[in-house]
């Protein structure tokens, strides 16, 4: 069974940084898309950044590029999100989510809807 598990978020003041952290069990990371999605009180979930495991290519959204990193360590199975530069805008409630390459292949990897397996969730609140 696929459990993906997410700690690292907390409360912080805009321009600060936290790292966010999905450890898997029950699967194995590699050769696959993990993403780091988000979903604000009202709004709908969306994608921030992801990664094909494989070989470390990184997929951002514009709203984050730049400050926003996310990185995996194949052997630990485990994705990261390192946040910086953060703002009020980011206050969310992130997920991390794995799909595997034959789901991903020919749609935006940020596109919620390639993945299946979810975790429950860290939130992350950034304060003005």
């Known amino acids: 069974q696929v459990q993906l598990v997410e700690s690292g978020g907390g409360s912080v003041q805009a321009g600060g940084s936290l790292r966010l952290s999905c450890v898997a069990s029950g699967y194995t990371i590699r050769n696959n898309y993990v993403g780091w999605f988000r979903q604000a009180s009202g709004e709908q979930r969306e994608g921030v950044a992801a990664?094909?495991?494989?070989?470390?290519?990184?997929y951002y959204s514009e709203s984050v590029e730049g400050r926003f990193t996310i990185s995996r360590d194949n052997a630990k199975n485990t994705v990261y999100l390192q946040m910086n530069s953060l703002k009020p805008e980011d206050t969310a409630m992130y997920y991390c989510a794995a799909a595997s390459l034959r789901s991903v292949v020919g749609y935006s990897p940020l596109s919620r809807t390639r993945y299946d397996d979810w975790g429950q969730g860290t939130q992350v609140t950034v304060s003005s």
């Open positions: 990664i094909y495991t494989t070989h470390g290519r990184t």
